[in-house]
């Protein structure tokens, strides 16, 4: 079955460095979420992405967050000077795009830790 | 705003009882609202979601939730629960269109004693 993957699985950096974190959506696949969940709280919506563009983003998603699907197949998220508060694991998502009731399919999520 | 309320942090069930888990809603119109599974160490999972329609929604791994409008509330049933079943369940909020924008709960914790 296809499945929606995340790469690295655990990725840890010092405050101010810039992290990419990684997702191969499934293939067909037109719509694409990131989100995160700080450990002990709950999952939070990050940003959709659509047609090469954002379509939605939450108030956590500020300046220092960026995404882009640079080749077709990858889809990332920066943050461009990581912060202590930014330790969190990071959940990409996508959907087909076909429907509103399309299943939407989770990656395995990317731990990141902030020194 | 949307909101979600999971008023149990915590349930214990015996393998083989009946379980709901609760979930109330806050949002100003008709909303999409999900439940989420996520076991340990591992991601996120959509059990079912409910769109429009019929107000019984039937998902994966015999999971069914009822969307109630006069509760605001969307409960997560199931008639006997594996012991597999242990782990954290969020339901979840959205505006109309999907999956934009959606607002979890807190989520509870289940354990599935023999």
């Known amino acids: 079955e296809p499945e929606v993957t995340q790469t690295p699985s655990h990725q840890v950096t010092q405050m101010g460095q810039e992290v990419i974190l990684r997702c191969v959506p499934i293939?067909?696949?037109?719509?694409f979420y990131w989100y995160r969940q700080i450990l002990g709280q709950k999952v939070e919506f990050l940003v959709s992405?659509?047609?090469?563009?954002?379509?939605?983003k939450s108030e956590i998603f500020d300046d220092q967050f960026s995404v882009e699907r640079p080749d077709g197949s990858n889809f990332t998220l920066k943050i461009r000077s990581t912060k202590l508060e930014d330790s969190a694991m990071y959940f990409c998502?996508?959907?087909?795009?076909?429907?509103?009731?399309?299943?939407?399919?989770f990656g395995p999520g990317t731990r990141l830790t902030v020194l | 705003a949307q909101s979600v309320t999971q008023p149990d942090i915590h349930i214990t069930v015996s393998e083989g009882a009946s379980l709901e888990l609760r979930c109330n809603y806050s949002?100003?119109?008709?909303?999409?609202l999900f439940w989420y599974v996520q076991s340990p160490g591992q991601g996120l999972q959509l059990l079912l979601k409910y769109f429009s329609g019929d107000t019984l929604v039937q998902g994966i791994k015999g999971f069914e939730a009822e969307f109630k409008r006069s509760q605001s509330s969307f409960n997560l049933r199931k008639p006997s629960v594996h012991w597999s079943d242990a782990a954290e369940y969020f339901c979840a909020v959205g505006p109309p269109g999907g999956y934009q924008k959606v607002t979890f709960g807190t989520g509870t914790k289940l354990q599935v004693i023999p």
């Open positions: 998502a996508s959907i087909p795009g076909t429907s509103p009731t399309d299943t939407q399919y």
């Open positions: 992405f659509y047609n090469n563009e954002i379509s939605e």
């Open positions: 293939s067909n696949h037109l719509y």
């Open positions: 949002y100003g119109a008709t909303p999409y």
